[in-house]
């Protein structure tokens, strides 16, 4: 599957900004869709993510009540809105998903990354 995330970029702190991804492929399946970012010098840390057949969300403690991850099931896609954007925010967002994609067993796939600049 390919995981194509767009929305990055510069923002002033307390700002907004809204990341996408889409899923393509030969999906059978999405069983879950989420965001992860990577600060410099900082490990890969999970930021939301998005059951697919529940809804159901969750949130790392640093963004909860700021950030809101949604879906679009038709469209295999995934929007983070990321308000009261902080300088702590800054690092590369990568887009991930855990599906089943025709002929393979289910996987975890990752997007490129897109980088978020947060300045004070």
């Known amino acids: 599957v390919q995981l194509q995330a767009s929305g990055g970029g510069p923002v002033q702190a307390g700002g907004s900004l809204r990341l996408s991804c889409a899923a393509s492929?030969?999906?059978?399946?999405?069983?879950?869709m989420g965001w992860y970012r990577q600060a410099p010098g900082k490990e890969r840390e999970l930021v939301a993510a998005?059951?697919?057949?529940?809804?159901?969300?969750s949130y790392a403690n640093p963004v909860k009540g700021r950030f809101t991850i949604t879906k679009d099931d038709a469209k295999n896609t995934v929007y983070l809105q990321m308000n009261d954007l902080k300088s702590e925010d800054t690092a590369v967002y990568y887009c991930?998903?855990?599906?089943?994609?025709?002929?393979?067993?289910?996987?975890?796939?990752w997007g490129q990354g897109t980088l978020v600049t947060v300045s004070s």
């Open positions: 991930h998903a855990e599906a089943v994609v025709i002929p393979f067993p289910r996987k975890d796939y």
């Open positions: 492929g030969r999906i059978y399946s999405v069983d879950d």
């Open positions: 998005i059951e697919f057949s529940s809804g159901l969300t």
